[in-house]
């Protein structure tokens, strides 16, 4: 693997493992209906932008296929992605069950399945986009499952800095709130159904060394069934 690309996989390695409160001073100069700045040095999901609404897009995903570890049981989101993307890195890095090395890609994501109170365990799984050249055959790995999307669309809300635990729930409250009262709101209920419906996804794209115009971002994941 060439020495730029195992440079940038240890550079979000340390992203994903910091807990740093920098994001305080950090603001986001991505605009809505734009890619982020880091999908121009390596590969991301393809998507189309079919609304912009006031603080949220709404986007369309075609075949994208992911990584994932089993569900991680904790009362943190930044523990369990650093728990979950020590796995996928190892998985990248070769240990799987082709001994295939991969190319890093953005964003890593984490779906969150909030729990019932503030001291419970939430349930989180972190994925990893594969790339395109793997996407027809994906190495099998030990404890990760390989995830095809179908045409999925989600909701999105961008904020800037770096992910902390207090940060997350206040922003998918806002997206929440952004999106009530619209058709987006009742097609999310209607694909979501009662037992989910408080699930959301958080995307993560930069590097602990990029200050300046970090991109993450909030998902709300549905269907649209008679599409």
Known sequence: MPAFTMFKLSVLLLSLLSNSQLGEWSETSKSLGTSPPSCTSIECPSFDVVHVGNGYEIRRYN????????PIQDIS??????TGFLQLFDYIQGKNDYEEKIEMTAPVITEVTPSDGPLCESSFVVSFYVPKLNQADPPPAKGLAVQRWKPTYAAVREFGGFVADSDVGVEAAA???SLA???????IEKSHGADDKSTYTVAQYNSPFEFDSRV????MLFDIKDE
Not at 64 to 69: C, F, G, H, R, Y
Not at 216 to 219: A, L
């Open 216 to 219: 993450n971002e909030i998902w």
């Open 63 to 70: 075949s994208v296929v992911w990584i994932s570890t089993s």
């Open 77 to 82: 989101l930044v523990e369990a992605t650093r």
């Open 175 to 177: 997206l929440q709130a």
């Open 181 to 187: 009262g619209t058709v987006w709101s009742a097609a």
